[in-house]
């Protein structure tokens, strides 16, 4: 059974009460007996005294029970009390209660011996005479000369005695009844006073327990509950500092962890997901509280990180792999697992992922140029190969064709030189070993200076080059010769792949803040697939005929990298069998 401890205190206060009355009871009831008991004794040998004026000493002497019993008769109905005569040698010679010559020798009583001992006598027992208990009280009966001769005895039901007490009982029974009555009101008052405090800590504390440690519990004594809530108090201070400190800590680490780049997930022993940084939520397309807590191969559904996630667990080492997602677009992750451990216990596992496609893609375009330039270099060497070994085969003797062969290996010799150093131009310039060269320079002045250059190629394939250019162009701060370089290609592209009575145009058009220049031409254009990649390098749109034409495929991509490197944009335009239009920008 549950008591609180309101019902605790009034039940205290009950039973001290109980136990105050009991012992004041029974303090005040043996007392009380005593006193009255003394008082009866007293009364008693009053009486008798009154009675030895009526039976005088001398009657007893003669010791004839004739003479002495009618004189008790008469003086019982005016006392209530029994009455014997003895005389001296223990003989009953009168008793209001009995017939004294049935009465045994009375010599023996006690009060009676004290009695004839000249004393007053007293005594508590049975009688058998009245049936009841009885004091007895006995005076001796003494002559005009002091001679005792006999002895007056009053005796009284010890009933009278209790009944006192009884009386006085019943008055305590009532004082007990309000006294209990006034405990459980006064108790209950000042039980609700007591453990009012205690309420209010307790309602406080399991407010703390929730986490509310803001309050205060309000501190009104000093006795031992006020220092309860004082030393509370000061445990919620701490408690509120500890936890203010660590919610700092964690949301540091949130931080650290949430503003990585790499994608994070901890997962318990069990392989429950504790946390993910914001990476992995836009790697997964998951929000953190809906993978939270759960399993990581149910929130995040990936059997390879799963198997990585329980490798490390399993082992309690290190463990490290490449990961491949396809949706929503192709990546490449190496991920680092590593278990987490508190104390040297283990207590989960952590998987971090790098983002590696841009390396991987990086290495596969590395990969791919050095096959392609293998490629580009091994197509004139074979050529010049065959030519020389025809020439040493007896072709240097063949006086009609042994120039030619020379002459074509002359040309295969200065397509090597030209695509080794469009290479090592390019290379230059995607290294960034070397910086564009900043200086002023009149676009204007560049551009005409350029064309003019053109001129026996233009001439040669009847193509017209017009010029719509404004009077005057801003400076811009660029390298001049890394400019001309993307307007010779440019110029050239836009020859090479022209038809016969063509047109070249050069517009220039100056914005608030950057130049366009766009070279147009009527050539044959380039289909629209082909579009995105015409500035990878050695990209063609048809490989024999750029060799032909003595391309190398890298012109395009060296245009591209001038421009970026001068943080310009730069793009095309075209329709097939009407022309195609490459433009730039650059920065003022
Ligand atoms: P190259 O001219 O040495 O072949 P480029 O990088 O300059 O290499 O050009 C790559 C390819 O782009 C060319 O082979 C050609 O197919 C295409 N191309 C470039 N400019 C033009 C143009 N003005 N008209 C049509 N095709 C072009």
Not at 504 to 513: F, L, M, Q, R, W
Request: charged share 20%; hydrophobic share 40%; glycine share 6%.
């Amino acid at each position: 059974m549950k008591i609180n401890l309101t019902s605790k205190l009034i039940l205290n206060y009950l039973l001290l009460v109980l136990l105050v009355f009991s012992f004041t009871t029974i303090t005040i009831l043996h007392k009380l007996s005593r006193e009255s008991k003394l008082q009866l004794e007293d009364e008693m040998v009053t009486r008798a005294q009154l009675i030895s004026e009526f039976i005088p000493a001398e009657l007893i002497s003669q010791g004839n029970p004739k003479l002495v019993q009618p004189l008790i008769f008469k003086i019982k109905q005016k006392t209530n009390s029994r009455i014997t005569i003895i005389a001296k040698n223990g003989i009953v010679l009168g008793d209001s209660e009995s017939n004294p010559e049935t009465m045994e020798n009375h010599g023996t009583r006690p009060e009676v011996i004290e009695a004839l001992n000249g004393k007053i006598g007293y005594s508590t027992r049975y009688s058998f005479t009245v049936l009841k208990p009885m004091l007895y009280a006995a005076i001796p009966a003494k002559t005009g000369t002091g001679e005792i001769t006999g002895v007056i005895r009053i005796a009284l039901p010890t009933t009278l005695v209790k009944y006192l007490t009884v009386n006085t009982l019943s008055n305590l029974w009532f004082g007990l009844l309000l006294a209990l009555f006034l405990t459980i009101i006064l108790g209950y008052i000042s039980a609700y006073f007591v453990t009012k405090p205690i309420r209010q800590i307790n309602q406080i504390t399991q407010n703390a327990i929730r986490g509310d440690l803001n309050q205060k519990i309000p501190v009104f004594t000093k006795d031992e509950i006020g220092n309860l809530a004082r030393s509370l108090n000061q445990l919620f201070q701490q408690l509120q500092g500890t936890m203010s400190e660590i919610k700092r800590e964690q949301n540091k680490l949130t931080a650290i962890i949430s503003s990585m780049t790499e994608g994070v997930v901890a997962c318990d022993l069990s392989g429950n997901i504790l946390l993910v940084n914001k990476t992995i939520e836009n790697i997964f397309s998951v929000t953190r509280t809906e993978v939270q807590g759960k399993m990581l191969l149910e929130a995040i559904r990936n059997n390879d990180l799963d198997k990585i996630l329980n490798d490390v667990l399993r082992s309690g080492q290190p463990q490290q792999s490449e990961l491949t997602l396809l949706l929503p677009v192709q990546k490449t992750f190496l991920i680092y697992a590593s278990p987490l451990t508190s104390e040297e216990t283990p207590f989960g596992a952590v998987l971090v992922m790098h983002d590696i496609t841009e390396i991987r893609r990086l290495e596969n375009i590395r990969k791919e140029f050095i096959s392609n330039v293998s490629h580009e270099l091994r197509t004139p060497l074979t050529s010049i190969r065959g030519f020389v070994e025809t020439l040493l085969n007896g072709a240097l003797e063949d006086k009609n064709n042994n120039r030619r062969f020379l002459n074509i290996i002359h040309d295969h010799a200065q397509r090597l030189g030209k695509l080794i150093d469009d290479i090592l131009e390019l290379s230059k310039i995607e290294s960034r070993e070397i910086q564009p060269n900043l200086q002023p320079v009149d676009l204007r002045e560049l551009i005409l200076e350029t064309a003019e250059s053109f001129s026996p190629q233009l001439q040669k394939a009847k193509i017209q080059l017009r010029r719509q250019l404004p009077a005057s162009l801003p400076t811009i701060n660029a390298d001049r010769d890394q400019l001309k370089q993307v307007l010779i290609n440019l110029l050239d592209n836009a020859i090479k792949f022209n038809r016969e009575n063509g047109s070249v145009t050069i517009i220039a058009t100056a914005a608030p803040d950057s130049i366009k220049i766009q070279v147009t031409d009527s050539g044959q254009g380039i289909p629209a697939k082909d579009l995105p990649r015409i500035f990878e390098r050695f990209y063609r749109v048809d490989k024999a005929r750029s060799r032909e034409l003595g391309g190398t495929g890298l012109g395009l991509a060296i245009v591209k990298h001038i421009i970026e490197a001068h943080q310009g944009r730069i793009g095309v335009e075209s329709v097939e069998e009407k022309g195609s239009t490459f433009w730039f920008t650059l920065p003022l």
